[in-house]
């Protein structure tokens, strides 16, 4: 039976057995955790904030409905840091993998924010080897329409930073946000990070490879309906400007972010968008992707 754990820590578990498990906490329906085989995939910080009110420092946290700065609100959104619904608690299906499905929609303190009623749903499936996501994203209004941005700030968790390679983003424009936004084609064959890293990459393709995650082993992020890859880093000294951030954990995590960012989504009434990623580790002479 998979596992249920919906209480006062706001945390729902979804347990596939063998030690693999994934985490998510109802503050921004962030995943906080996921384990294969009791090994942590995801990187988060020693000190991440869990008040409810801050954004949670790692994991994969759900940015909506904007990217970045905003003059309306929070850095990043309000999703992050809103508390989600639990629509469907870990459900076992009939193959023994792992469904649980979340929900956030408008309510009093996201239309002081920003003015719009929306619905978005969540729904996770925990395989072996495999994590997916699915997004839908609701607009029940008559008559306005809504642009966002949407991304998966996946914070992956790594043994050094620096041995890792990210594929797909070869020939790829991005603006780099640590050369104030200057647009620029990435020549590598192979994206390495080896100082204070803070691109998008533009119209990407939809899948890219990352070396050298946690074991050694290859991470493959799949990815539908998200044009955009964020590569970040904040290396040394941004890693001292972060109060939730410890000084000396920037070589250990990497965040390789899905989303629609350079290109905001417009959801006109009554339609919906839908999005999707999957991560799969990689197991050398087992790669197909089922
Ligand atoms: C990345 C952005 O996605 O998130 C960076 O590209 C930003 O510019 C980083 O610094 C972390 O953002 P935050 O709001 O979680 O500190």
């Known amino acids: 039976m998979a596992t249920t754990a919906v209480a006062a820590t706001s945390v729902v578990v979804l347990d596939r057995g063998n030690n693999t498990t994934c985490t998510i906490n109802l503050h921004g329906a962030t995943v906080v955790s996921w384990r294969v085989n009791n090994q942590e995939q995801l990187f988060v910080s020693k000190l991440a904030s869990f008040d409810g009110k801050n954004a949670i420092r790692g994991g994969i946290p759900f940015v909506f409905p904007q990217f ?16 989600w619904h639990l629509d469907r608690a870990p459900e076992r299906l009939h193959n023994g993998d792992v469904e649980a499905i979340f929900s956030l929609m408008d309510n009093e303190l996201t239309r002081a924010i920003w003015n719009y009623q929306f619905r978005i749903t969540y729904r996770l499936i925990l395989r072996e080897k495999e994590l997916h996501f699915h997004i839908g994203v609701f607009n029940p209004s008559k008559e306005l329409s809504f642009t966002f941005n949407m991304l998966l700030h996946t914070y992956l968790k790594v043994p050094d930073v620096r041995r890792c390679q990210i594929t797909g983003l070869h020939g790829c424009t991005f603006i780099d946000k640590t050369r104030e936004g200057a647009l620029y084609q ?31 082993r290859k991470m493959r992020l799949h990815k539908y309906n998200f044009p955009d890859t964020v590569i970040w880093n904040p290396w040394i000294d941004r890693s001292r400007e972060m ?3 410890g000084d000396d954990e920037f070589p250990n995590m990497l965040c390789v972010e899905a989303g629609n960012v350079t290109s905001p989504i417009i959801l006109l009434p009554g339609t919906a968008f839908e999005a999707s990623q999957i991560l799969q580790i990689i197991i050398e002479g087992n790669v197909s992707r089922k």
């Open 68 to 83: 970045g700065p905003w003059s309306f609100g929070p850095q990043h959104g309000f999703a992050r840091i809103s508390r």
């Open 186 to 216: 990435e020549g590598r064959e192979v994206v390495t990070v080896n100082e204070w890293t803070d691109r998008i990459y533009q119209h990407t393709p939809q899948e890219h490879v990352i070396t050298n995650v946690v074991s050694g």
């Open 243 to 245: 109060k939730d951030f």
